[in-house]
């Protein structure tokens, strides 16, 4: 933590920020320059609030200087975490396509998109089968029915499966299906959920929340990784801004970022991004571009009538064209399929 | 549903979309004007996603025009909710201040800032027995022996509880123990809990999630309206935006527009709603004057090694003195303490 | 300039940190830890883009720790800057309401708002003359007529003006009529405008910019006043979120931070800050009672028939109204009309 | 303009509704359904606004139809817009690359630039003579003499040139030197800026405002349309949110959204956009990816020493590198160099 005294702050107010943090047994590095005063603590091992050092007098200003994520840090891991689920690999280099409908709606529905986006070139397999719509009066999934149909398809064309665990007493079940367990937007700062993913060692695949910043989503991955649990991807899937055009903004600046700052994986989700099926095919080219390790896309067999998300969920055969253009795109920045 | 068709659409594209809309057994008003086209669609039962309409070529524009909420809207029920609570009223006049620090900490502090509180007015006591903490290396909470500890300074004080229930497998836990159960911000959209919360049938006190828009959060309480559990209060504590000096940005004008569109009590969070100290008095102030039912203020007998959000927490004599403005400012904004 | 070396920087890099700074003939301080190293940089004279210091190898952050504005500065100023313009007082616990339409129509429309304004206890009367539509096709404004029968109907009931300039070449022309000339929230990072006014010596009425954080206001102002022109208001109307219920979000907590942190006067406008009239005298008392220097209220005659922003006008009787509810609330925050 | 009454509405509202609308000389088609009215306005040829009809007794929703632009909008020209300029084609399929520093420094240092930026392919040289720097004690620009150098080194280089001008008054001027004015973020709501650039047809290269939606940017665009210019481009550079890693937001997605909703060119601006140089290539690749026109991208010989936004700035040798890139991936997205 580093404080920054007032230019007007006394000696007896530089002393009484001393004293604070000495009750805390930590060291305090003085720079006493011509206009202002500046406290350097280090070694840090408690959280202090720096809000109530700032609220000391003669105090200008306080900065934590610890990143609050550890695990989920590349300053001590630098080399990128790379997932291998059953031979399909995930991160450093190598790029995956999640593909299938937001719910999954019956037997006939799955296994006919599993078909499709298997054919394409997708390794794995999406569907809803928990959702959690806005409106109580909406379709709110097959529940453990959809998970079995979903499990059937996936393993009827050579595909893993993702899908939404939307409460931590639902981890059990839906890990028996799974194997990779989303946890939705909406759940990111869902404490009970962060903590049961982190002891029950399962796949997580961790989406940004709407509003939350890179930090803060490096700190719910950093809960997960705590629990002892390893295996964990991010997802970008939109933050909310101003621009009401788009259902949200992709931050497609997010996948450098967290590159940088981080060794996980992060995959995009250019179809919750934008809401808009006609936007998605370009989203998706530009995910990639920017080093995505992965997409995520809504494929549905009869998008127009779809149970949920129909909009937003490609045509079988632009997913086709999509998946040609990634194919193209994907070795010029250095990623493998 | 208002469809509107571009200046350019064609008669085969209006047609193509009253036809679509058919399938959904739902009736079509047409206005054809010199410009263009517009198409009314009443009486609408289910649900049609307005994105499905404006994909069809030759649409220019689809707006949904019932509100997404019936038992939370002023439309349906003009007259103010008015929760009674062991004849403590809140909502239509009824003014109530919700004080106590962030987190129990032991059996003297809640003790001690119960007994603080109610001598300056409060009548419900606040404090955490499970934290939300962003850091999973932070305090988390006593639990439920912190949940005993504020039962009994309230009966102690004469006061009720209001406490956070983070996971719908706590609520029967946390409803033994408190008056009111707390949904905070970051469960605003935890689809469990709001179900559960429907249920249970005690009562709720919701937060607007921190990038809720006030229509998002009507909708959430209309899911726990919508499972039979009438007793539902709102409750601002700023949004997130790009200023960065507050903690968040308070929204005091949520607070005439929730009262003109909904008949639910809103009360305000200006601890939260700011995240320091100095600015609680004023922002609470504002929030009365703007029209709000009820405050809640952390207060704290010892700010400066609270366990958590000291830095938001009055000292007992800034309470006090908050107190005597709101009751000078309550009379002229017709509210009663 | 405070610059945190990551855990992982070696010492040549360190070194190499300190040579950059060195360039720039300015002092380093060293605060070796067991975790990391921390270098202060202390008696900054020229300015160095803390950027430019993040991006050497073994960098982890860089924080600026001077204020970018100084003569805007509370350190600097401690005691409230005071307006007079002929006897009437702003800021320091002097209270100034500023009423008037949105543009000024018509010599009979501007004179009889006069006159209800100032019977109602306005000292100052607001009316565009030149207004800034987002539609090239909506009504400009009258101009310099619009100037004069502002400047005659303040005459004719004793009030001031302040009026909108919208560009530097306007300065001249508008200072001729007006008392004082308002910035609008579009032209808040107007170069040219900024330095002409801090040149003309002409009051300022500085409005915040619809994305414009507290600092970068401020340092707008200091553009001003490091010009030579110290008589600066700064007025909150409301920044742009993902909220759209209301036109704006007001910021009523900025009404606090600037009073922190500046010894300028801030004004609140409720009117831009909802743009509906319903909302306007919730949001005028929450802006008073957080401590507001003045208010700036669109009145209007006949709202209804309005050219521009009827919607967000007062009618007359709700503009008396109001009055009477600022006079009883204005001695409880200490501010005297 | 479609009004939606209350539900409860009586017929006497709907009436007065109507009635009010027959003022402006409106047709009305009223579609009266079991639930409640929809009244459909057509054929408005003045600007009613919204906020007057929703605050009549009854109605429930306004929502205006009509796109507040025309010139801009891709329904009234559905090819899109290509500028030649001198030979140079931008729009329709014809990608150009705008390359240089954000200041002119120096003779030596634009010709030195403008030689590193021609020989990678670039067609067009950028470089600012007057600088919109936040603070007033920042380097300002060259002004004139720096206009006059950048003309001479895009000439010695056979390339085309672009510069800001920051004000109405400094059109005649810079219009003299450079080949396509730029119109500033924060100048995106000058008025007088936008005005005289539709007068003096000239190629406008105009950004979007950090906190315009596309909507607004467009009406921007409109306003110097209307005024008989036909060359426009349009440039995303970033918007704010509350996430402060990035300087900006990227909204790659505007630029789909910009080529369905007009016809005008959109070239990205990747290093305004993110603020860090490491960010620029994957930001640069990815806006290629999802369709833009072209890239402005600022590029130094030195920019550890360059007097603004070296931080930003590539080093020759990395926009080499990513000229290959953008070479490779232009052809997949069917964009010509």
């Not at 920054?4 to 920020?17: C, D, L, N």
């Not at 610890?66 to 991160?91: F, M, N, R």
């Not at 296994?111 to 986006?117: D, R």
């Not at 990639?288 to 998008?303: C, Q, R, S, T």
Request: glycine share 10%; hydrophobic share 40%; net charge negative.
């Amino acid at each position: 933590m580093v404080i920054v005294m007032s230019p007007k702050a006394s000696e007896e107010q530089v002393q009484a920020v001393i004293e604070k943090i000495s009750e805390h047994e930590l060291d305090v590095h003085r720079s006493t320059g011509k206009s202002r005063t500046i406290l350097g603590v280090i070694g840090t091992r408690i959280e202090i609030d720096p809000r109530d050092m700032e609220l000391i007098e003669g105090v200008s200003e306080v900065i934590r200087v610890t990143e609050p994520y550890k695990l989920a840090s590349a300053t001590w891991q630098p080399e990128p975490t790379i997932l291998d689920i059953q031979g399909v690999k995930i991160g450093g280099g190598h790029f995956v396509v999640m593909a299938g409908p937001c719910s999954v709606e019956s037997e006939e529905q799955i296994q006919a998109i599993a078909g499709i986006v298997s054919k394409a070139g997708a390794r794995i397999l999406r569907g809803g089968a928990f959702k959690p719509r806005t409106s109580p009066y909406s379709f709110q999934g097959l529940g453990e029915n959809g998970l079995r149909m979903l499990q059937d398809a996936a393993d009827a064309h050579g595909l893993l499966t993702v899908t939404e665990v939307m409460d931590a007493s639902q981890i059990d079940l839906v890990g028996r299906y799974a194997d990779i367990l989303q946890v939705g937007a909406r759940n990111m700062h869902n404490f009970a959920l962060r903590k049961g993913l982190g002891r029950a060692g399962l796949r997580v695949f961790l989406k940004r929340g709407m509003s939350a910043t890179i930090r803060e989503w490096l700190q719910a991955a950093e809960y997960i990784l705590a629990g002892g649990n390893k295996q964990v991807m991010l997802c970008e899937r939109g933050i909310r801004t101003f621009e009401d055009y788009t259902r949200n903004t992709m931050d497609i600046s997010a996948i450098p970022v967290v590159h940088k700052l981080s060794h996980l994986p992060i995959i995009a989700d250019p179809s919750h991004g934008t809401g808009r099926r006609d936007k998605v095919p370009p989203m998706a080219r530009a995910a990639l571009a920017a080093g995505a390790d992965g997409l995520m896309i809504e494929v549905h067999n009869d998008p127009e009538h779809a149970q949920s998300d129909g909009a937003q969920s490609l045509f079988p055969g632009q997913f086709q064209m999509l998946m040609r253009e990634v194919t193209q795109i994907a070795p010029l920045v250095h990623r493998e399929l």
